[in-house]
């Protein structure tokens, strides 16, 4: 049974760094590809950032700002958050799947439960 768990989440200043992890089990993690998505208060689901055999793709709007790395010996994928703005508040979801298109919900087979990011002005 495929299983991920995220975590990290909180409440930071803006212009401030937060880490979130994302741990898998029941998969052959190496072969999967990861992606993180966030959801805004009244806004659909948008994308984050993605990693997979493929590359590593950001949305614009944290580009040069979070990170995506991934440790294949601990199942763990994380979200690394630098210099993070208020419009960053949202719940924040890591998924998984076998042939994900980075910016595709529907290719992500497997969906953590979501962790509050909220970041105050």
């Known amino acids: 049974q495929v299983q991920l768990v995220a975590s990290g989440g909180g409440l930071v200043q803006a212009g401030g760094s937060l880490t979130l992890s994302c741990a898998a089990s029941g998969l052959t993690f190496s072969s999967f590809g990861m992606g993180w998505f966030r959801q805004a208060p009244g806004k659909e689901r948008e994308f984050v950032a993605a990693i997979s055999g493929a590359g590593i793709y950001y949305a614009d709007s944290v580009k040069g700002r979070f990170t995506i790395p991934r440790d294949n010996a601990k199942n763990t994928f994380y979200l690394q958050m630098n210099s993070l703005k208020p419009e960053d508040t949202a719940v924040y979801s890591c998924?998984?799947?076998?042939?994900?298109?980075?910016?595709?919900?529907?290719?992500?087979?497997?969906w953590g439960q979501g962790t509050q990011v909220t970041v105050s002005s």
């Open positions: 998924a998984a799947g076998r042939s994900t298109i980075a910016r595709m919900e529907y290719t992500y087979n497997y």
